[in-house]
Nanobody, 118 residues
Framework: QVQLVESGGGLVQPGGSLRLSCAASGSIFSINTMGWYRQAPGKQRELVATFTSGGSTDYADSVKGRFTISRDNAKNTVYLQMNSLKPEDTAVYYC????????????WGQGTQVTVSS
């Protein structure tokens, strides 16, 4: 059974920073893509940042220059360093990965709340 577990969310003031982590566990043979999405109240879930199948990174325009995605392949973990946070970054952040266990599947984490407020 494959699981994605996020951590690192919380309450931060505008201009502050947070670092999110997402660890994949279980019977994992390969990870294709792994990244972060977010969903604010009343809005659709949107891409924040991800590693593509080719190994490059893709960012939403709204976070370019402020957020950085990184990973530790040995730990099957992806990180999201979020700097210069704005109130509009407030959302539930979800980790998503395409993982080969006994078959290729798309997996989501349970989500972690990020609130940017003074």
């Amino acid at each position: 059974q494959v699981q994605l577990v996020e951590s690192g969310g919380g309450l931060v003031q505008p201009g502050g920073s947070l670092r999110l982590s997402c660890a994949a566990s279980g019977s994992i043979f390969s990870i294709n893509t792994m990244g972060w999405y977010r969903q604010a109240p009343g809005k659709q879930r949107e891409l924040v940042a991800t590693f593509t199948s080719g190994g490059s990174t893709d960012y939403a325009d709204s976070v370019k220059g402020r957020f950085t995605i990184s990973r530790d392949n040995a730990k099957n973990t992806v990180y999201l360093q979020m700097n210069s946070l704005k109130p509009e970054d407030t959302a539930v952040y979800y980790c998503r990965a395409n993982i080969f266990s006994s078959y290729w599947g798309r997996y989501w984490g349970q989500g972690t709340q990020v609130t940017v407020s003074s």
